[in-house]
């Protein structure tokens, strides 16, 4: 009777319907035969298909359907969450998940995922309402009509497809129709010739932005920083002085430097007056004429002649020691020192001539004294900047200080004869040099050198800006030439010439 009973119950199991083969849900089977089913099964009794076309579950579905459910869908459920992860700045008006597209088979706890994919992805909205998102596995994919503000069209994300690929390409997408804001600063790679961006790139691969002047050349012989730049009456030679020692002549017409002088010390300040070049050296101020080639050393200056200026037939130089020493003189006969002009507690740094013979002198004790030089006394000390003043100009009734504080001071003069600052234009970097003319259509320029290797130009008196010059270092001198050139000595020896596409005057 055992026999009997053992034979029944198998042959029992043999008339039981086999279970579907995932493998071949999935479409990756590759038994022939295979053991399971490549068919769908029929609904189980816990699961019906009403006319709404809704579903209903029992509490415990059956855990085979519930595993080839979970295999086969696996991808079409889970897409909602990933494309919609952390939503920014949009909320959407609502998800529909259209179950009618889920196979019969599908078990309670995978139909669950599908349905309640919306609340996951509407998790605090913000701002905006964008169209419906429909999840329809049916077809295999999602389509998205402007989940975000950024994206201008709908993606079509299949059912097979990597969301972070499509990602990828839609940011690809918005960048290449994007236009390309440029930045007001240099790329510091291109200068380097290593910048991969190309026109994509938001820093200038260019030496100056702005319009009305362009670049004519570079002379680069010396090494280091060129302190100084002039152009002596009835030459055609063009003079630099530079930190490296030497001071070296340049041929107007080729560029070619043509003759170099050697010097014992550090050249930190140059100019020129009629046939004269005055060089600033340690403790004394060396001088050439071009006409006659005398060579004359005036010795008195206490440590580097850092600034020179030449006014009222005065020579006059600002020492470390912080006097100012003054030499008279008619260029033709020999130079007689007859002042030296103390007050300043450290180094003077700059010098410059106004109107009514009065000389300014800018200190790194951070004041302005004004000195009149028919007597060579100090007559006020102007105390508006609060570090060094590198730099002095005078037009026409006004004084412009610049500083390492970082501001220029367009300084006025009231009716008590004092003067007072009337305004102030801020940088965000340190101020190394001032520099006035004017443009082609005879508008007042400012030039202004600041301690990230620019040069600001800005438009007088509304201080609006014209442009900029890019450096590989601050620039350190300035030399307004004739036929609307100019040209600007850097830190690394390179000498820039610069040119207005209409003549300039240089102003009064």
């Not at 579907?20 to 022939?32: E, P, V």
């Not at 939503?87 to 995922?113: D, F, M, Q, T, W």
């Not at 320029?445 to 010059?469: A, H, Q, W």
């Amino acid at each position: 009777m055992a026999i009997i009973t053992t034979t029944k119950r198998t042959e029992r199991f043999r008339r039981t319907t086999p279970p579907t083969c995932k493998y071949w849900l999935a479409g990756r089977c590759n038994r022939n035969p295979c053991q399971f089913s490549h068919s769908l099964p029929t609904s189980p009794s816990n699961v019906y298909y009403n006319a709404n076309m809704t579903y209903k579950h029992s509490k415990k579905p059956d855990s085979s359907v519930e595993k080839i459910a979970s295999s086969s869908a696996k991808k079409a459920i889970n897409c909602t969450p990933k494309a919609f992860k952390k939503p920014e700045n949009c909320a959407l008006k609502a998800v529909e998940c259209r179950p009618e597209a889920i196979s019969v088979g599908l078990a309670s706890s995978s139909a669950k995922k599908a349905i309640n994919c919306a609340p996951k992805a509407l998790k605090k909205p913000e701002n905006c309402a964008p169209k419906a998102v429909e999840c329809r596995p049916e077809a295999e994919a999602i389509s998205v009509e402007k989940p975000t503000k950024c994206e201008e069209k709908a993606v079509l994300i299949e059912k097979t497809a990597d969301v972070e690929d499509v990602a990828t390409i839609a940011k690809a997408s918005t960048i290449a129709k994007a236009s390309v804001d440029k930045s007001h600063s240099i790329c510091k790679s291109w200068m380097t010739d290593n910048c991969v961006h190309g026109d994509l790139c938001q820093n200038l691969h260019s030496w100056f932005y702005g319009d009305g002047f362009s670049t004519l050349a570079k002379l680069h012989e010396h090494n280091k920083a060129i302190t100084g730049i002039a152009l002596p009456a009835g030459s055609n030679k063009l003079i630099s002085g530079s930190t490296d020692g030497t001071v070296r002549a340049w041929d107007c017409n080729t560029g070619h430097c043509v003759n170099m002088i050697q010097l014992d010390s550090q050249v930190t300040s140059l100019i020129s007056e009629g046939p004269w070049i005055f060089a600033g050296v340690k403790n004394a101020v060396k001088a050439w004429n071009i006409q006659t080639g005398a060579d004359v050393i005036l010795d008195g200056p206490k440590g580097q002649v850092l600034s020179l200026n030449v006014g009222n037939d005065i020579l006059l130089a600002g020492a470390e020691d912080g006097v100012i020493y003054a030499w008279r003189c008619s260029f033709e006969s020999p130079f007689k020192m007859v002042a030296t002009l103390s007050g300043h507690s450290k180094p003077v740094v700059c010098l410059a001539i106004g109107c009514h013979k009065m000389l300014y002198s800018g200190s790194m004790d951070h004041s302005i004294k004004v000195w009149d030089l028919d007597t060579f006394q100090c007559t006020m000390t102007l105390n508006g900047h609060t570090d060094v003043v590198t730099s002095l100009i005078c037009w026409e009734n006004y004084l412009l200080s610049g500083s390492s504080d970082c501001t220029v001071n367009v300084w006025v003069c009231t009716k008590e004869g004092t003067l007072e600052v009337t305004y102030t234009h801020t940088h965000e970097n340190a101020v190394l040099g001032l520099y006035g003319m004017t443009d082609a259509e005879a508008k007042p320029i400012l030039f202004c050198s600041c301690k990230d290797n620019s040069v600001r130009m800005y438009e007088l008196p509304t201080f609006l800006e014209r442009g900029r010059l890019f450096t590989r270092q601050e620039v350190r001198s300035f030399h307004i030439g004739p036929s609307g050139l100019f040209f600007t000595g850097d830190g690394t020896g390179l000498l820039n010439v610069w040119k207005w596409l209409e003549e300039a005057k240089v102003p009064t």
